[in-house]
Nanobody
Framework: QVQLVESGGGLVQPGGSLRLSCAAS????????IGWFRQAPGKQREGVSCISITAGLAWYVDSVEGRFTVSRDNPKNAVYLQMNSLKPDDTAIYYC???????????????????WGEGTQVTVSS
């Protein structure tokens, strides 16, 4: 059974950092590109980042470029999202998802993913 489980969310002050983890089971994560999404209250789910199979390439939405870094540890079946210089606008539930394709082209569209985790809450507030 394919499962993705996010962890690492929490409450952090503006300017702080969090590291989210996405753990996979039921499949070999190293064979798939993985995306990160977020959804704030009253807003649509937004693609944040995507990492290629070999971790050689990563993509980011403009609003997080330079602040977020996605990485993966294929032997551990895990993907991470390091979030620095957090802002109140980053407050959302963060999800990881498995891509249907072996690349990150069009990564911001939710239709490109077949399995999703249940999310982890990130709150940026003073």
């Amino acid at each position: 059974q394919v499962q993705l489980v996010e962890s690492g969310g929490g409450l952090v002050q503006p300017g702080g950092s969090l590291r989210l983890s996405c753990a996979a089971s039921g499949f070999t994560m190293g064979a798939y590109a993985i995306g990160w999404f977020r959804q704030a209250p009253g807003k649509q789910r937004e693609g944040v980042s995507c990492i290629s199979i070999t971790a050689g390439l990563a993509w980011y939405v403009d609003s997080v470029e330079g602040r977020f870094t996605v990485s993966r540890d294929n032997p551990k079946n895990a993907v991470y999202l390091q979030m620095n210089s957090l802002k109140p606008d980053d407050t959302a539930i963060y999800y990881c998802a498995r891509r249907k394709y072996d690349n990150c082209s069009g990564f911001r569209s939710i239709t490109g993913y077949d399995y999703w985790g249940e999310g982890t809450q990130v709150t940026v507030s003073s």
